[in-house]
């Protein structure tokens, strides 16, 4: 009996173990959402994955590549110095930093401003609408994007702005999901990390990305998608 009772708490602690060490991995990863698991059995819709089509870039001189380059009609140039993550709306190629972290105009630290501060963005009626929420005294910073009619990636539209390199950077954070047979429409917004011009998807299915010392949680809701980045670097103090 009291066997039975050691091997039952052994078997208990054992699964809590395993589904830990399970949730903490799911913690660590990037996380993406599998829509293909999530539509299996409903109404036999078949879902698949759809990449847009690789597009050659029409850029003369690459030196004024708006991702990598220095162009007067793109901000990289000047935010490349700072150590930040922002969104990208791609078809204007309009950029929003999170300015995770309070910095003067050289990119250095200058630490706790005591204020906070909201700003609003707008492109156009059809365009992307951004909201900014930041507590940079905190490392906290959230940008809302709501996403307008002309929002869906329109590649000739940069084709002729950015080197191969960028362009085919751009193309790859737009792999979407969707029923099969039904065009692509990958909304026009990608995630840069001003230090490694790193991009990163920022679609329906996208949820979470740990990139350098900063978290990024991506919240879609019905008309927009809230994405909040947050200073967390790995913990290293012991007492
Ligand atoms: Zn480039
Ligand atoms: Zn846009």
């Known amino acids: 009996m009291r066997r039975g009772k050691m091997v039952l ?32 059995g409903s109404e036999n819709v078949e879902w698949e994955s759809k990449k847009p089509e690789a597009a050659k870039s029409t850029l ?5 590549c708006w991702l990598c380059g220095n162009d007067n009609r793109s901000m990289m140039g000047y935010l490349r110095k700072f150590d930040d993550l922002g969104i990208i709306c791609v078809n204007d190629w309009y950029v929003m930093d999170f300015q995770i972290r309070n910095r003067d105009e050289e990119g250095n630290l200058i630490g706790s401003q005591g204020h906070s501060s909201m700003t609003t963005v707008g492109n156009g009626k ?3 609408f951004f909201q900014t929420n930041r507590n ?25 702005h ?14 979407t999901y969707g029923a099969v ?14 230090k490694t011009l790193e991009l990163y998807p920022l679609q329906e299915q996208n949820r979470s990305y740990y990139i ?3 978290y990024v949680r991506i919240e879609p809701k019905e ?17």
């Open 9 to 40: 708490t052994c078997l208990v602690i054992g699964v809590t173990g395993i589904l830990c060490g399970w949730y903490g991995r799911k913690l660590l990863d990037d996380q993406t959402i599998d829509f293909s698991l999530q539509k299996e």
């Open 181 to 194: 047979g039904e065009p692509a429409k990958p909304v026009d917004l990608c995630l840069v990390d001003f």
């Open 126 to 128: 059809e365009a992307c």
């Open 60 to 64: 003369k001189n690459v030196k004024k």
């Open 223 to 239: 008309q927009e998608v809230d994405v909040m980045a947050v200073y967390a670097p790995v913990q290293e103090n012991a007492e």
């Open 136 to 160: 940079s005294d905190r490392g906290i910073s959230e940008i809302s994007v709501e996403p307008g009619k002309e929002s869906v990636l329109n590649v000739t539209r940069i084709k002729s």
């Open 212 to 214: 350098r010392d900063y």
């Open 162 to 175: 950015l080197c191969q390199n960028c362009l085919d950077k751009v193309l790859e954070t737009m792999e």
